[in-house]
């Protein structure tokens, strides 16, 4: 059965501060991760990881795989009010439970 | 291009009743998913399809059913609902090369209650 798990559950920072959040999986054929983000509606895509050591870059969000650990990161740097979210993580149609992000002003 | 469109918005239901859940994709996306989320527990995958005439169980398929008969349509069926049922229901379609699936596109989501 593949797992996707992910840490922190949640996470309270202020403002202007830099967050980590992981995702570790254990899947039979893994493809690619995917980032997504959740306010209060549907999970909107963040980033789509295939090859290990490449990072990829949106503003102040990044993104690392690495295949040989089985594990990826999700950073946000100068975090801002409005990064307050779940962020998910998914390996093909399997996801985390998500961490939940609260920036406080 | 709606994207991913699933109706109704909100349904109460009252326990041993059936319904539908519809969700029409406009993407031409060969994978289909439904999932559920429920506070606490992310985004569990109840059945999926990888083409028209295709589907598989997830995790969480007992009490659901699907067909995908065409490649736009992907309804889910709750044959019997009972209050475990009372959820959030996503649909979610991507496009694929092969094995290999792309982001996922959600619709706006389902608020279920079963009394």
């Known amino acids: 059965e593949d797992k996707v798990v992910q840490s922190p559950l949640s996470l309270v920072v202020h403002e202007g501060d830099t967050v980590t959040l992981n995702c570790s999986y254990e899947?039979?054929?893994?493809?690619?991760l995917l980032w997504y983000k959740q306010e209060k509606k549907a999970p909107t895509f963040l980033f789509m990881l295939?090859?290990?050591?490449i990072e990829k870059k949106s503003g102040r969000l990044s993104s690392i795989l690495d295949k040989k650990e089985l594990f990826s990161i999700l950073n946000i740097t100068a975090t801002q009010t409005g990064d307050s979210a779940v962020y998910l993580c998914?390996?093909?149609?399997?996801f985390g439970t998500g961490t939940r992000l609260t920036i406080i002003p | 291009n709606a994207g991913v469109t699933q109706t109704p918005k909100f349904q109460v239901l009252k326990t041993g009743q059936s319904m539908t859940l519809q969700c029409a994709q406009d993407?031409?996306?060969?994978?289909m998913s439904w999932y559920r989320q429920d506070p606490g527990m992310g985004l569990r995958l109840i059945h999926y399809?990888?083409?028209?005439?295709?589907?598989d169980q997830g995790e969480v398929p007992n009490g659901y059913n699907v067909s995908r008969s065409t490649t736009e349509d992907f309804p889910l069926r709750l044959l019997s609902a009972a209050p475990s049922q009372t959820s959030v229901y996503f649909c979610?379609?991507?496009?694929?090369?092969?094995?290999?699936?792309?982001?996922?596109?959600f619709g706006p989501g389902t608020r279920l209650t079963v009394t």
């Open positions: 979610a379609s991507s496009y694929s090369e092969g094995t290999l699936s792309y982001e996922q596109y």
């Open positions: 899947v039979t054929n893994f493809r690619s």
């Open positions: 295939t090859s290990s050591g």
């Open positions: 998914a390996v093909a149609l399997t």
């Open positions: 993407m031409n996306h060969e994978y």
């Open positions: 399809s990888v083409g028209a005439g295709i589907t």
